[in-house]
Each structure stands twice: as structure tokens, then as C-alpha cells.
């Protein structure tokens, strides 16, 4: 978890953010879960009594401390679309655990942060239609389950088809990719895609995703994006949000570099793009 105390302090040092644009969470309610996951699942969660199969399939040891970490970056991005509404552009230093679906944790996610602050916003009235763009280099398998049969909510995953997770789920628009697929063709595929789906869909939000493990040094992504290829791919989100006006919220996602120096560039680098294509 070393990234999410360097990423903050990376972009303090260079002056990308200041003190006074960080926000700690406050308390997550319960209801706002409950709207994305089952009360059985979340209860037993937060009773710290899933069975060990479960606990297994979410890669973690399972601790009061880690529930509480969850509910926290879950809660800062429920705080963090209500920031982009206001502002146009906001970021979790954390989150974007896009693998656990209704019931379950899985692959290093027990709670799904941007399904519940999607799910929050609906229940307000704030938007009636909201994307999710995730382009992590793992299927959104989760979100995709959570918002199975929901058509205020268009899911649109890009990832690496021969990677975790092996049993997808069905999001609204999947472009499985190839194993070492470069930038150029990323880009390509990306931008085609992600203009149909806003033209057609004509989201009033969108929650993006941002893992950096497409980078060609990532040890499990199997993509081959260089370090600019990555910014290209940022730059493209942000620059079509921001021409037809809609907000962004940005959660972090994967990044699994050998060398933690390229994952904190990169998830930087996502912040730079953002700020300066949105302020
Ligand atoms: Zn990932």
C-alpha cells in the first residue's frame, strides 16, 4: 500500500496540488453500501465473519483495521463525486476496487467505491445517467455484476482479455485486448470506443478508473503502454469529459511495477493530466 502515502506527497513536492486540496473522509453510512451490496455480504464483512473461502478470494488477511481502511476510501469517493460536481474534476488518492461485486471481495477489493458513490448520486437525484470508465488492465467484473440490469449506469471496461479476472462479467461495452497491445493501437481502439459510447449514452457523470498496471513494466498486466502512452490515454478521458461538460471523479486502481517509482509516476501523471486539461 506504499503508493497511497507516495502519490499525495509526490505531487505536494512538485506542486501539482497543495495541503489545502487534500480532504480526509468522513464516516461512510451504511445505506449508501447497501445500495451496492447485499446486507448479508456487507454484514458479514463488517462482523469481520466471511468464511475462509471468501476471505481467500479477496487476497487479504481480513482485520477490523482493513474494514475500516475500505470503508474510509469508500467514503472518499462518494466525497470525491460530490467534489467533481462542484468543481468539474476530483480525485481518491485510493479506490477504484472494481473487482468486488454485490456479495463478494475479491482481488484486493471487499467494498466496490465507485459502483456505492454511483449508486449515492442516483439516490439523491444529482444525475440520472452516469459512465464508468475503467481502464485498468483488469475487467471491472464487480461493477459490472453490481449494475447487471441498471440502465441509469453504462459500464465500459477495456482490459487485457487473458488476464484475472478469468470468469468476466458482462459490462455494458468490453473490449477485451489483446496480450502486448502498444500504444498506438490502445489509444485507437480507446478513443473509438469511448466517443460512441458518450454520443450515445450522453452520460451526466463519469467515474473513472485509472489502474496503471497497462504499463508495459507492469509484472501482471501484459500490456505493452509506454509511461507517455499512459498520459495519452488520461489526457484522451479527460479532454472528451471536459468538452461536453462532464464531471469527473478519478479513483487510482492497479499498478504493479516492479519498480514502485514508474507506479507512482504514472498515477502522477494521471493527476497532472486532469488538472491541467479540467483548471
Ligand atoms: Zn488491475
Not at 17 to 32: A, K, R, S, T, W
Amino acid at each position: 500500500m506504499q503508493k497511497y502515502e507516495l502519490i499525495p506527497l509526490q505531487l505536494l513536492r512538485e506542486g501539482v496540488i497543495e495541503e489545502g486540496n487534500l480532504f480526509v473522509p468522513g464516516m461512510l453510512d451504511e445505506d449508501d453500501v447497501l445500495r451496492a451490496h447485499t446486507k448479508d455480504y456487507w454484514e458479514r464483512l463488517r462482523d469481520l465473519s466471511l468464511d475462509p473461502r471468501e476471505i481467500r478470494r479477496t487476497g487479504f488477511i481480513l482485520d477490523r483495521a482493513l474494514v475500516d481502511r475500505e470503508s474510509s476510501i469508500v467514503q472518499g469517493t462518494i466525497e470525491s463525486a460530490h467534489n467533481a460536481l462542484e468543481h468539474g474534476l476530483s480525485f481518491n488518492i485510493a479506490g477504484g476496487t472494481h473487482h468486488a461485486g454485490s456479495d463478494w471481495g475479491e482481488g484486493f477489493c471487499l467494498l466496490n467505491d465507485q459502483a456505492i458513490a454511483a449508486q449515492h448520486l442516483l439516490a439523491i437525484g444529482l444525475v440520472e445517467r452516469i459512465l464508468i470508465v475503467d481502464l485498468d488492465v483488469h475487467q471491472g467484473n464487480g461493477t459490472a455484476e453490481i449494475f447487471g440490469t441498471n440502465d441509469r449506469v453504462f459500464t465500459f471496461s477495456v482490459h487485457a482479455e487473458k488476464n484475472f479476472p478469468f470468469r468476466k462479467e458482462k459490462s455494458d461495452l468490453d473490449i477485451g485486448l489483446n496480450i502486448g497491445i502498444g500504444d498506438e493501437d490502445y489509444l485507437e481502439i480507446l478513443e473509438e470506443n469511448l466517443i460512441e459510447v458518450l454520443e450515445s449514452f450522453h452520460p451526466q457523470f463519469v467515474f473513472y478508473q485509472s489502474g496503471v498496471d497497462v504499463l508495459q513494466t507492469d509484472k501482471l498486466g501484459h500490456l505493452n503502454l509506454t509511461m507517455n502512452g499512459c498520459a495519452l490515454r488520461d489526457e484522451l478521458v479527460f479532454q472528451l469529459c471536459k468538452m461536453r461538460g462532464i464531471p469527473v471523479q478519478v479513483s487510482m486502481g492497479g499498478g504493479y511495477s516492479a519498480e514502485l517509482r514508474f507506479v507512482v509516476q504514472a498515477h502522477c501523471q494521471t493527476f497532472k493530466k486532469g488538472i491541467e486539461i479540467f483548471f
